[in-house]
């Protein structure tokens, strides 16, 4: 079946540090990809999202890029603050369908 | 936006008691909604798909006395948790699917269920 597979965290960087989260999928079709945030203590926030091959979603300096050759849709910032602390969920769906969730990762960013 | 609400975002009870938990779409009308359970630290499981007006789709090992789901209009579903015990307790989200806005999913704000 369909699955999402995230690199496991917590992730912990400086405050301007460079982010990266890798995901990848596995999948029978073409799926719209996402990335979701979860401050603590909340219910997830879409941060974006791309619907086919060569797409980049980008929100708030995040970005990630559709590549279907690597089955991947890595979420990257160039420069992470603080008040990005939290779990990030990679996600794919089908048009119709329920969502498939990564497992998260939990991105710790000292000050 | 589309914004999906909770009630009650956070709830502690005895155990033995029913809990009620209510999604509700605010701008739009949800012809499905979906309700996931998330335990610390992991990802969202799904529970349910519930459609409006009609019965509540179970994922496997979610079961259907325990948990009720009703999705009685476009804009509300509740879940009840009957009998709660404390392994219930648990952060209960639930996400909602706007009709013509593309299909697209709007996840509520959760609702933290604690059992003593």
């Known amino acids: 079946g369909d699955s999402v597979t995230q690199m496991e965290g917590p992730v912990t960087l400086s405050e301007e540090a460079f982010l990266t989260i890798n995901c990848t999928y596995t999948?029978?079709?073409?799926?719209?990809l996402f990335w979701y945030v979860q401050y603590p203590g909340e219910g997830l926030q879409l941060l974006l999202k791309?619907?086919?091959?060569?797409d980049k979603g980008s929100n708030k300096g995040f970005e990630a890029t559709y590549r279907k050759e690597t089955t991947s849709f890595h979420l990257e910032k160039g420069s992470v603050q603080v008040s990005d602390s939290a779990v990030y969920f990679c996600?794919?769906?089908?048009?119709?369908?329920?969502?498939?969730f990564g497992p998260g990762t939990r991105l710790s960013v000292l000050p | 936006g589309a914004v999906v609400s909770q009630h009650p975002s956070w709830v502690i009870c005895k155990s033995g008691t029913s809990v009620k938990i209510e999604c509700r779409s605010l701008?739009?009308?949800?012809?499905?909604m979906f309700w996931y359970r998330q335990f610390p630290k992991q990802s969202l499981m799904l529970m349910a798909t519930?459609?409006?007006?009609?019965?509540?789709?179970?994922e496997q090992g979610v079961e259907k006395d325990k948990f009720l789901i009703n999705h009685a209009s476009l804009t509300l579903s509740t879940l009840t948790v009957t009998s709660a015990h404390p392994e219930d307790s648990s952060f209960y989200i639930c996400?909602?699917?706007?009709?013509?806005?593309?299909?697209?999913?709007?996840f509520g704000p959760g609702t933290r269920l604690t059992v003593l």
């Open positions: 996400s909602a699917r706007a009709s013509g806005r593309n299909n697209e999913q709007f």
């Open positions: 999948a029978t079709g073409y799926p719209s």
């Open positions: 791309a619907t086919k091959a060569d």
């Open positions: 996600a794919l769906l089908y048009y119709g369908q329920n969502f498939v």
């Open positions: 701008d739009f009308q949800a012809t499905t």
């Open positions: 519930s459609n409006e007006g009609s019965k509540a789709t179970y």
